[in-house]
């Protein structure tokens, strides 16, 4: 039987053009947002994905299984495998194409199970574009860059406006974590410019 039997991307797409103000290959990403259960680093319990800027469209991240993320004894969950590809993809789109875009659909195929202790080393890339569809796919391998396959996701993101988030999320927030994006970017430019 065929795990997935839908043709990926499922509607014509566009090559995905990688943003010239993008972080180049071999940047490593830095979180987004302290609180993000996905890469913060202020979630004890989160799942602290660090990812590195691939070639072309490619992203590769790293997530250490904990004692905190079991479903089963010893074994990750699978809603936190599936929470760890959101991140991962989702990483990879904001950060290639310098858009704001929100997740539609997450699909995962878990190939393997997932012990507590190990790493999910994941290599995602972007497929194409079809107007504000956004088409996103990634392989999560054991242990080492070329492990065996335990998790597989393909997801649609969709382009939204900043509005997005300030009318449904905390603008406060925002407003302390669009502050702190521009101390870093100035800080950054002294670095390189003092
Ligand atoms: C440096 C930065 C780092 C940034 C790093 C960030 C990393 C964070 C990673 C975590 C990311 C997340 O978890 S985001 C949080 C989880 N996601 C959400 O909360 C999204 C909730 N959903 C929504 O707000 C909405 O449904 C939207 C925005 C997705 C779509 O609503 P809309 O704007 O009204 O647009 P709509 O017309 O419905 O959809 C646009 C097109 O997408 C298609 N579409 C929409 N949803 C689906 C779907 N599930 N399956 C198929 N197709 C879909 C529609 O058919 C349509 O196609 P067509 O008619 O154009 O052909």
Redesign the pocket.
């Known amino acids: 039987m065929s795990r997935i039997s839908q043709p990926w991307p499922p509607?014509e797409v566009e090559p995905a053009t990688v943003h010239p103000e993008a972080p180049k290959q071999g940047s490593h990403l830095g979180i987004?947002f302290g609180e993000?259960f996905?890469c913060g680093d202020e979630i004890e319990a989160g799942l602290h994905l660090h990812s590195t800027v691939g070639e072309g469209t490619t992203v590769y991240s790293k997530f250490t299984v904990t004692s905190a993320h079991q479903g089963a004894p010893g074994l990750a969950h699978g809603g936190l495998l599936a929470c760890a590809f959101?991140?991962a993809?989702?990483?990879t789109v904001?950060?290639l194409l310098?858009r704001p875009a929100?997740?539609?659909?997450l699909e995962t195929d878990f190939l393997r199970p997932v012990p507590v202790g190990s790493t999910l080393y994941i290599a995602t890339k972007l497929d194409g574009i079809?107007?504000?569809?956004i088409y996103v796919s990634a392989d999560g391998r054991l242990d080492a860059e070329d492990g065996p396959v335990a998790v597989r996701a393909r997801a649609?993101f969709?382009r939204?406006e900043f509005e997005?988030f300030s009318t449904?999320g905390d603008p406060e927030a925002l407003q302390k974590l669009a502050a702190a994006h521009e101390k870093a970017k100035r800080a950054r430019e002294w670095d390189i410019n003092p």
């Open positions: 509607v987004h993000c996905g959101d991140e993809l989702g990483s904001g950060n310098r929100v997740t539609g659909k079809a107007g504000r569809k649609l969709v939204v997005h449904h």
